[in-house]
């Protein structure tokens, strides 16, 4: 968007995850009320003090969620509306407009198979934020070096691809992957009240690294275990609100709390 005036948005910085429902107040047109609507939030990305992109999006959804009205297209754009308008920004221009679902979560791809994959195609979005970008960069270079080095050594495309996977999915990713899609299972149900507070604990310290490195996929380094991601979790648990904290609880013992367990401090049988 290009506005008349500033628009207000801090230049160099980035709003993330704005869960705020004020421009929804008195809204007839909410399906589930205030607190019983599907909730999305807001990115803002300032170029400049009268150019900023914003989007509005949802968090994660399956199932009968994601068939709400709410998540609607159409839907997403009225709520955007009432945002802009509610921020009080007039709009000079509209650049450009875009619809997207990002696949989050979901099975594996068969790793080690000779068709070899990368990006989305390899399952590399994250699975609690859908992130994906800096990922796919970042780990690119070890990719195509396992390639080469693979096939300078054996000729063969198969242990090339074996290697390949590898370099895409380590065991310290793959432990690293049952957390997030831990993470995203438990946000699939949270209402806008428990959103707000799980973010208010997710953010709490802006400088804190580890929010940084969990939207970044970088939580752990190969051959160590997840604790520094065990470390943030717990950290987000105490500063959780009490209702936040009862869900958490009762999330980890009746939804994925074995397989959770498992990943994290690599256990054997019964729990495979």
């Known amino acids: 968007l290009e506005c008349e005036e500033p628009h207000g948005f801090p230049v160099g910085e980035m709003l993330l995850m704005d869960f705020s429902t004020d421009h929804l107040v008195g809204d007839e047109e909410l399906e589930g009320g205030l607190e019983g609507h599907v909730p999305t939030f807001l990115y803002a990305f300032p170029f400049d003090e009268k150019k900023v992109f914003v989007e509005e999006t949802h968090l994660v959804a399956r199932d009968k969620r994601a068939k709400a ?73 070890d990719v195509a070096s396992a390639l080469a080095q693979s096939l300078k050594e054996t000729g063969s495309a198969q242990r090339a691809s074996e290697a390949a996977w590898e370099a895409i999915w380590p065991k310290h990713r793959l432990i690293e992957r049952d957390l997030y899609c831990f993470g995203m299972e438990v946000m699939l149900g949270l209402d806008v009240g428990l959103l707000r507070d799980f973010f208010v604990a997710f953010f709490a310290d802006p400088k804190e690294k580890f929010w940084r490195r969990f939207l970044a996929w970088d939580m752990t380094r190969s051959g160590d275990k997840p604790y520094s ?44």
């Open 229 to 272: 991601m065990s470390v943030f979790m717990i950290l987000m648990f105490f500063r959780g609100t009490w209702r936040l904290k009862g869900r958490l609880v009762k999330e980890a013992m009746f939804k994925d709390g074995v397989h959770l367990l498992k990943s994290i401090f690599d256990m054997p049988f019964p729990f495979d």
């Open 69 to 141: 009205r709410s998540l609607e297209m159409e839907e997403m754009v009225r709520r955007l509306d009432k945002r802009i308008e509610h921020l009080g920004l007039k709009v000079l221009k509209r650049y450009e407009e875009e619809c997207s679902v990002i696949p989050m979560g979901g099975p594996l791809p068969i790793l080690g198979q000779p068709t070899l994959a990368y990006g989305a195609a390899a399952v590399m979005v994250h699975p609690a934020s859908g992130y994906m970008i800096n990922r796919v960069l970042k780990y690119a270079p």
